[in-house]
């Protein structure tokens, strides 16, 4: 657990790499960021986007949004768009859910690696606590690319994934928790 030393509007934040383990960072847990990675590097990407919304997803928009700046702060380094992995975003809600519930950024990293069938999970960024979800679309994912090379979450957006999830989770208390996951085939 390393802790990085950058900060944006609302938020502290901490990078880990090799696998789980980054704590929330920020004054008072007020929405920090925290990245996770099991290696990643930093190269041209395939092609895609967001893509639609499914029907009947409340964080429908949100996913959509969170791919879509994600691969606008990627072309600004010339780099390709990650297309959204939408068949991984029902287990990508619940690390988010598992993580709020335990307090512990990146306390479910691995628990996909089963579930999303031919990918492999590398690589995870994660806001945590923020106080709604156009936070984490705005300040948190600026927050993480504003680290730069060497920046757990800004080598994990830039890094070689071919695929990537966002998944949500709002707490009882109106906490949102965002969840990116970053996948090669």
Aim: hydrophobic share 30%; glycine share 18%; aromatic share 6%.
């Amino acid at each position: 657990n390393g802790q990085a030393g950058t900060s944006a509007s609302q938020a502290g934040s901490a990078a880990s790499t090799g696998g789980k383990g980054a704590g929330m960072a920020g004054a008072n847990n007020a929405g920090g960021t925290s990245s996770s990675t099991a290696g990643t590097s930093s190269t041209t990407a395939g092609s895609g986007t967001g893509g639609a919304a499914n029907p009947g997803d409340k964080y429908g928009d949100a996913r959509i949004r969170c791919v879509d700046r994600t691969n606008a702060l990627r072309a600004t380094k010339g780099l390709g768009p990650i297309p959204r992995l939408a068949s991984a975003e029902p287990c990508v809600d619940g690390q988010a859910k598992s993580d709020s519930e335990s307090g512990k950024a990146h306390g479910a990293f691995d628990a996909c690696l089963d579930e999303v069938k031919g990918w492999k999970g590398v690589a995870q960024n994660e806001c945590p606590n923020y106080g709604s979800v156009e936070d984490t679309l705005t300040n948190c994912l600026d927050a993480m690319w504003a680290e730069g090379p060497g920046g757990g979450h800004y080598d994990n957006m830039t890094g070689d994934s071919t695929k990537t999830a966002c998944g949500f989770y709002t707490t009882p208390s109106g906490k949102v928790w965002m969840i990116q996951d970053f996948w090669t085939e």
